[in-house]
T-cell receptor, first 114, second 122 residues
Framework: GENVEQHPSTLSVQEGDSAVIKCTYSDSASNYFPWYKQELGKRPQLIIDIRSNVGEKKDQRIAVTLNKTAKHFSLHITETQPEDSAVYFCAASKVKAAGNKLTFGGGTRVLVKP | GAVVSQHPSRVICKSGTSVKIECRSL??????MFWYRQFPKQSLMLMATSNEGSKATYEQGVEKDKFLINHASLTLSTLTVTSAHPEDSSFYICSAPHGPRTSGGAHFNEQFFGPGTRLTVL
């Protein structure tokens, strides 16, 4: 089955700096890669996603890049703010019509220091 | 739209009892729902895929007789933790796909998560 590894497990950045989280996946058939933000005791919230036919996607301060050949994808957060502090999870799946089973990375705890 | 609810949000029970957790899609129908378990400071681990009108599909290492899943309607899936023990204490989250939406020129269903149920077994 799919295996997703995520690094680093914790990340501390100064407010205004950039944060980068990296993930690798094992199944070359995976074609959908979402990123979730989870605050303590809350549900994961989708923040950005990318399909395998796209190499990069950006949404305001958040961007994701995908390298299919190397089977890795990354989340970039620019101009970090204290409210960006949370746990971030990457995931990978194969998209099917009835839904897609997600395999999550281990998570990155991001702390933005004011 | 695309709201998923869970009930209860928190439950504390004695060891040996059974606990039922409900997952509902409030404004859409879901033939498939997913159940995840999340231990403190860990990732979400998929337990099983709940299929409306048929048996659930369990991930390797998940005991199907212990974690009973019933997907009786297009908006409701239930997870029953039978004979719960302290090691079953965890955050249980369901999700349901809804769509389609378009990304990168393709259509797919986005996963919508419930708010989670924190189970504590004493």
């Amino acid at each position: 089955g799919e295996n997703v590894e995520q690094h680093p497990s914790t990340l501390s950045v100064q407010e205004g700096d950039s944060a980068v989280i990296k993930c690798t996946y094992s199944d070359s058939a995976s074609n959908y890669f979402p990123w979730y933000k989870q605050e303590l005791g809350k549900r994961p919230q989708l923040i950005i996603d990318i399909r395998s036919n796209v190499g990069e996607k950006k949404d305001q301060r958040i961007a994701v890049t995908l390298n299919k050949t190397a089977k890795h994808f990354s989340l970039h957060i620019t101009e970090t703010q204290p409210e960006d502090s949370a746990v971030y999870f990457c995931a990978a799946s194969k998209v099917k019509a009835a839904g897609n089973k997600l395999t999550f990375g281990g998570g990155t705890r991001v702390l933005v220091k004011p | 739209g695309a709201v998923v609810s869970q009930h209860p949000s928190r439950v504390i029970c004695k060891s040996g009892t059974s606990v039922k957790i409900e997952c509902r899609s409030l404004d859409f129908q879901a033939t498939t729902m997913f159940w995840y378990r999340q231990f403190p400071k860990q990732s979400l681990m998929l337990m099983a895929t709940s299929n409306e009108g048929s048996k659930a599909t369990y991930e390797q290492g998940v005991e199907k007789d212990k974690f009973l899943i019933n997907h009786a309607s297009l908006t409701l899936s239930t997870l029953t933790v039978t004979s719960a023990h302290p090691e079953d204490s965890s955050f249980y989250i369901c999700s349901a796909p809804h769509g389609p939406r378009t990304s990168g020129g393709a259509h797919f269903n986005e996963q919508f998560f419930g708010p989670g149920t924190r189970l504590t077994v004493l």
